[in-house]
């Protein structure tokens, strides 16, 4: 548990940055939603779930209650250990690990409409992992009984299921290849380009936005990108004076994600 030890007494001392790993981990806000109008809600519009008639959405939806999360509250910690599977709805959430130093490394950015949590049955493993919700989130929560008896023995969902743990496998490895080959530059490039939303090319973020924006603070981008703020910030200002992004007090727009990507190697 070097990683839990580090965050007990962080390199940062009594003054965290506001991404520090643990910093948010009372998560007293987290409210459950069972009413009825709502009760399918959170999983419409998620992929593993596309063909599914309501008596089945309904069957899923009973056993899978609604939570909110408020933005840097934490999901799941090693020192919280528990086995259930997250269905995320809306926002999204950052997988990292600490090391015994108290650097936190990326593996996973979780985007809506898909699944995520420690899930032996499903051959996923968060030991030593902490989920944190990087805007405000909406998650259905489902336990180990309840994945085996409604999603592993319904064939469409299970062959579903293998597929985003495949894709997350790959994602991890490019994570992973990234932080040792790439420069921090290309890595702040690709930690923007993951986070534009996929729509947002043909609608935009906001009404009237012509650009893809990101609601991120420079400490933000530097937590997800493994650097320093400082380090961050003057690759930002370089690609800004280039056209490619403008910068405003805590949002990013992306004008040019096409050089964007060149620039991410």
């Not at 009413?35 to 008596?55: G, H, M, N, Q």
């Not at 593996?107 to 990087?134: D, K």
């Amino acid at each position: 548990m070097a990683g839990a030890d580090a965050l007990a007494d962080p390199v940062w001392g009594a003054a965290p940055p506001p991404w520090a790993p643990g910093r948010r981990e009372e998560t007293t806000r987290v409210i459950e939603s069972r009413e009825d109008a709502d009760r399918t809600w959170c999983l419409s519009e998620v992929d593993i779930f596309c063909d599914l008639s309501e008596p089945e959405m309904a069957a899923i939806a009973d056993a899978a209650p609604m939570k909110t999360y408020t933005a840097g509250e934490l999901l799941f910690s090693p020192p919280q250990p528990c086995e259930v599977l997250f269905i995320l709805k809306r926002g999204r959430i950052r997988v990292f690990r600490v090391s015994a130093e108290g650097r936190a490394l990326t593996t996973a950015i979780i985007n809506p409409g898909t699944i995520f949590g420690e899930m032996v049955l499903l051959g996923q493993r968060m030991y030593g992992n902490y989920a944190e919700a990087l805007d405000d989130a909406t998650v259905c929560v489902m336990s180990r009984d309840d994945v085996h008896r409604l999603l592993l023995s319904d064939p469409r969902i299970a062959a579903r299921i293998t597929a985003i743990l495949g894709r997350r496998l790959a994602d991890l490895e490019q994570r992973l290849s990234d932080t040792v080959f790439k420069s921090v530059p290309q890595r702040v490039a690709s930690t923007l380009l993951t986070l534009i939303p996929p729509a947002s090319s043909s609608r935009p973020l906001r009404p009237l936005a012509g650009h893809p924006q990101l609601a991120l603070t420079h400490e933000q981008v530097a937590a997800l990108a493994g650097t320093s703020r400082e380090t961050v910030t003057k690759v930002l200002r370089e690609l800004a004076d280039r056209g490619i992004l403008r910068l405003g007090r805590g949002r990013i727009t992306v004008l040019d994600p096409v050089r964007l990507r060149d620039e991410a190697g």
